[in-house]
């Protein structure tokens, strides 16, 4: 019995080996804009001080292996009203913030959505091969109930909803449906911070590390180092926020490699791989 039983846990090991093997990936912060704006650690994170200025950048994420290029948000187009009170400063158009680690437009070809605000979603017109990963709930709120009275649509952008319909439409958008998902090899999704109705992060293998792509699941470094959930509007469950940041921690051999959505920090703190651009290793 044993000795027919050990050549199958064998193949079992070493299918297992081959497929984790296989699914590593180079992850990257792109900036693509900052914020001029003279923001303080309070305006982002509840109870934070009303002092120590912060330093606001708007970026994407770019995956890159396994034979794909997968960015985390899409960034938004220079021309969109909701912008103007954040002061934008430095913008370059997303895709053409790519074309520094050699990428065409045509190249990615997944987005997965961390969540639905207008400066994270805005720009997903610019990726005409993209397929799209976005929370189910978070999805369904922002196309439909989010415009109902009483209800919540503050940073969702009508035009964006027109463009999220129209690549449901054309049959590109997979929903996913809830927490812990291994949406492609290597990469998982979780929920839990409610930035959103239901937003996402992302947990990426790099073979030698794990990544955490918060996105607004935090917002500055400041929330994490002071476990201090989102400020006003930041969040729809503030204790999810902090327990969603707690999480985090578990899932990484070093906390340096949990990326929060906004933070300029960000680009000091990695090997540059080009302007505005860092590799997280
Ligand atoms: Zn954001």
Redesign the pocket.
Known sequence: MKKSILPFFLVVACLVAAHGQAATYKVYAVKFAASSYPFTAADWAQGGSKTEPVKIDFMVWLIRGNGKNILVDAGFLGDIEDAKEFKVVDYVRPDSALFKLGLKPGDITDIIFSHP?W??IDGVGLFPNAHIWIQKEDFNYFVSTAWQKGEHNGGYAKRDVRLMIDKNLDGKVTLVDGDDKEILPGIRVFTGSRHTYNSQYVLVNTGTNKVVIAS?NIWIYYNFRHMLPAADGGTLDPAGYVQAMQRMKTMVSDVKYILP??DAEVFSLFPKAGDGVVEIK
Request: proline letters at 0%; glycine letters at 16%.
């Open positions: 605000h400066d994270h607004d959505g906004h």
